[in-house]
């Protein structure tokens, strides 16, 4: 069978994610999400991977949640309705969860439609790269239920902003590359056929730095969204930084620096 994921390394330490049902715009089904969990554990636990790229087969980067039937989560057995729906809610909704937990930077090259819980996979992403055709909706509303789902309420006013999350959470209406990109939604919009190579341009990157290091600066980014202020912000840094200066990292640095060569970092 056809993987429903498929896992590529197109550099050194990158791994690279593709959802693959291209007929159906990689709409969500159990099968589908389960496989992405099972990728994203086997990449957390691999400390040779230190960045990773996720897209999309075909014109689509992923549509929703698959109208025709999302199927049954691992363990859903149809005994009680209630227990199975919210076990299908949960198996969805902590993707996003990991891709956060995920030790390694995660970057979206979204290649084309990314509605519902397709936007919440960008949004919980470190680094979001679009194509000019991509399009963007918080789709949930529009078949009934509340756009407060998947952790898009709380990620989204984080990353363009109350009023505009409100505007866009609220009508559910479409927007663009072009809109992301203004309202900072996006780091940048690629013409066709640049979009992978500008994902791979900023996961080569990634990967060329100290991974404790890395590592460590996606923790604090994203800790710094939920603490209430800048003086633990700042004690918390404090200690993150003192713990980044134990092992090998910093002398290997400092000396490719002084000696004028790349530096080679342990995994």
Request: charged residues 20%; contains cysteine.
């Amino acid at each position: 069978m056809t993987p429903l994921v498929l896992v590529e390394e197109p550099a050194p330490h990158v791994r690279q994610l593709t959802l693959n049902r291209p007929d159906e715009l990689n709409a969500m089904t159990a099968e589908l999400c389960e496989a992405l969990h099972v990728e994203l554990r086997r990449i957390a636990a691999e400390r040779s991977v230190r960045a990773v790229i996720l897209t999309g087969a075909g014109r689509g980067f992923c549509a929703g949640v698959d109208l025709h039937g999302y199927g049954a989560a691992p363990g859903n057995d149809g005994s009680d309705e209630p227990r199975d729906r919210l076990a299908n809610q949960e198996h969805m909704s902590t993707l996003i969860l990991e891709l956060r937990a995920l030790p390694q930077p995660v970057i979206a090259a979204v290649n084309g439609p990314a509605a519902g819980l397709g936007l919440a996979l960008a949004l919980g992403c470190d680094i979001r790269y679009a194509a000019a055709q991509a399009v963007f909706r918080v789709a949930f509303i529009n078949i009934g239920v509340s756009n407060c789902d998947m952790g898009t309420s709380w990620l989204l006013p984080r990353l363009i902003g109350a009023s505009r999350s409100h505007e866009l959470m609220l009508t559910g209406r479409r927007f663009d590359a072009e809109e992301a990109l203004r309202i900072g939604l996006l780091a940048d919009v690629l013409d066709e056929g640049k979009l992978l190579e500008r994902a791979l341009l900023a996961a080569t990157q990634i990967a060329s730095l100290a991974p404790w290091g890395v590592r460590l600066t996606k923790q604090g980014m994203w800790a710094a969204l939920e603490i209430p202020s800048q003086q633990a912000v700042v004690e918390y840094e404090d200690r993150q930084q003192i713990m980044a200066t134990f092992g090998q990292a910093v002398p290997e640095a400092v000396g490719a620096f002084l000696e004028k060569r790349p530096a080679e970092f342990a995994d």
